[in-house]
Structures are given as C-alpha cells and as structure tokens.
T-cell receptor
Framework: EAQVTQNPRYLITVTGKKLTVTCSQN?????MSWYRQDPGLGLRQIYY???????DKGDVPEGYKVSRKEKRNFPLILESPSPNQTSLYFC????????????FGDGTRLSIL | QQQVKQSPQSLIVQKGGISIINCAYE??????FPWYQQFPGKGPALLIA?????SEKKEGRFTISFNKSAKQFSLHIMDSQPGDSATYFC???????????FGTGTRLKVLA
C-alpha cells in the first residue's frame, strides 16, 4: 500500500530535549515536505526537499532542522524544542512536477511542556 | 505578500445544497492553486487543482472557479453530502518552486 508513515504519532516531551520525528514514504517520490498545523493558522510549510541532499526553507523554518540522506526518508529534527513548537505535524511526498498531488501522512501530535 | 486568505472559517449546509469556499491572494508569483480535503485524524488529501490560465475546472461535484484579475478562487461543492463534512484548505504554490502557502481552512458540516 502506497503510504507516508510518520513516527511517533503522539509525543509529550519537555523543553530543550532534542527530538526527531521520522517520515518515510514507499512511493519512490523525489519531493518531500514538512508542515505544521495550528488552529486558525492552517498548514504552514516548514521545510521541503526536491531530492536527496537538496532541501529548502518553507515559511516557518526557525527552530527546525531536516536532512535528506535517502530518497525515502525525511526526518524533522527539533534540536531544542520549545512550547511554541507544540503542534500537529504532517509529512508529505509527491512525484516531481508541481502539478503532482502531495500525499500526506496521518500526522504527529507534539506537546512540548 | 505571501498570504492566502480563506473564508468562511466554518460553513453549515443542508444535504443537497451548494457549499462555497473562497480564497484570495496578493502574490502574482503564485501559479498553481490546489484544494485539499482533510478528515479528522487524517492528513489532507488533494481534491482538485487549477492553474491561472484556466477560469474553471470541474471534477464530479467539485468545481474551482478562478478569477485572475481579482486574484480570487473558490471551491464549489454541488449536491453537498454528509460525507463531504471535513475541513477544506486552499493553497497556492510559488512559480518555479515547491513552496506552498495554505489558507487557514474551512470546516464544512453538511446536515443530513
């Protein structure tokens, strides 16, 4: 089954404790992206990657890092999480070409105390 | 200006009615406008998309109307069904990039 898998689905942690949210896709997609969803703000793009070793900033990259060492994986790293990063996070992937639909994972709910 | 302004925030429609969600933008560098549908506990899924060289696109009960001069686009759901109850997001992509700007979302409830 074609899918984008995020782990963990839920996480409660404390300020300053480094964490990584993993994202893996099995569709051989070149493009991957991370978003955060907050009430009243919709989805905001954090980072995106057009291919292995190629990443670029979205609208809200501050406080986040990403890496794309393999085509299928695109982890999101919070080096020193803060409470304002409490949010619902989505990973997405798509084939190349800007008209291609993005396939989203089911989300990771992060709570940072 | 990178924003995409979406309205209304919430919408209640009777079964069989027409649901209309509107979006407006300022940045003329946007050149691809998708709509996404999201059910509770799930990620968004592409519903329909349009490019600015087309004024209307229809797929089944879903239609996008695009007004390039007014920098506005809208989603029309004809014959709305309770199964259409979801949150809808408009989005815009900057020309030449994979950068996406999403609207704030519209929660649609279709009453049976």
């Amino acid at each position: 089954e074609a899918q984008v898998t995020q782990n963990p689905r839920y996480l409660i942690t404390v300020t300053g404790k480094k964490l990584t949210v993993t994202c893996s896709q099995n569709m051989n997609h070149e493009y991957m992206s991370w978003y955060r969803q907050d009430p009243g703000l919709g989805l905001r793009q954090i980072y995106y990657s057009m291919n292995v070793e190629v990443t670029d900033k979205g609208d809200v990259p501050e406080g986040y890092k990403v890496s794309r060492k393999e085509k299928r994986n695109f982890p999101l790293i919070l080096e020193s999480p803060s409470p304002n990063q409490t949010s619902l996070y989505f990973c997405a992937s798509s084939s190349p070409g800007r008209g291609q639909p993005q396939h989203f994972g089911d989300g990771t709910r992060l709570s940072i105390l | 200006q990178q924003q995409v302004k979406q309205s209304p925030q919430s919408l209640i429609v009777q079964k069989g009615g027409i649901s209309i969600i509107n979006c407006a933008y300022e940045n003329t560098a946007f050149d691809y406008f998708p709509w996404y549908q999201q059910f509770p506990g799930k990620g968004p899924a592409l519903l329909i998309a349009i490019r600015p060289d087309v004024s209307e696109k229809k797929e089944g009960r879903f239609t996008i109307s695009f007004n390039k001069s007014a920098k506005q686009f809208s989603l029309h759901i004809m014959d709305s069904q309770p199964g259409d109850s979801a949150t809808y997001f408009c989005a815009a992509s900057v020309r030449g990039t994979y950068k996406y700007i999403f609207g704030t979302g519209t929660r649609l409830k279709v009453l049976a």
